[in-house]
C-alpha cells in the first residue's frame, strides 16, 4: 500500500518536476518514474528537491530518462521560455 501510494504521489510530481504540462507529460513521466524512485525516492512528493537530486545524479539517469531531462533543462534554458 506504501508503494502504491508513493507511486501516485510520484505520478503526481515528478512530470511537472521535470517540465511545465504538455503533451510529453506521460513520456516524461513513463521515461523516469523508475529513476525517480529508485535515486531520488525519499524526496517524493517535493517537486523541487526531485529535479535537483536527478540533476545530481544525471549520469545514473537511464537513457531515456536522461534524454527528456536534458531536453527540459535545455528548454528551461531556451530565451523563448523565459516570457
Not at 32 to 50: K, S, T
Not at 65 to 81: E, G, L, M, N, T
Given at each position: 500500500m506504501k508503494?502504491?501510494?508513493a507511486l501516485v504521489l510520484l505520478g503526481a510530481t515528478i512530470a511537472p518536476a521535470m517540465a511545465q504540462s504538455g503533451p510529453n507529460e506521460s513520456m516524461q513521466r513513463q521515461a523516469?518514474?523508475?529513476?525517480?524512485?529508485?535515486?531520488?525516492?525519499?524526496?517524493?512528493?517535493?517537486?523541487?528537491?526531485?529535479r535537483d537530486c536527478m540533476a545530481a545524479q544525471v549520469e545514473q539517469l537511464s537513457p531515456s530518462?536522461?534524454?527528456?531531462?536534458?531536453?527540459?533543462?535545455?528548454?528551461?534554458?531556451?530565451?523563448?521560455?523565459?516570457?
Open positions: 508503494l502504491r501510494l523516469c518514474m523508475g529513476d525517480a524512485v529508485r535515486l531520488c525516492g525519499a524526496y517524493i512528493p517535493d517537486r523541487g528537491r526531485i530518462c536522461r534524454a527528456v531531462f536534458d531536453a527540459s533543462v535545455q528548454a528551461d534554458r531556451s530565451p523563448s521560455s523565459r516570457r
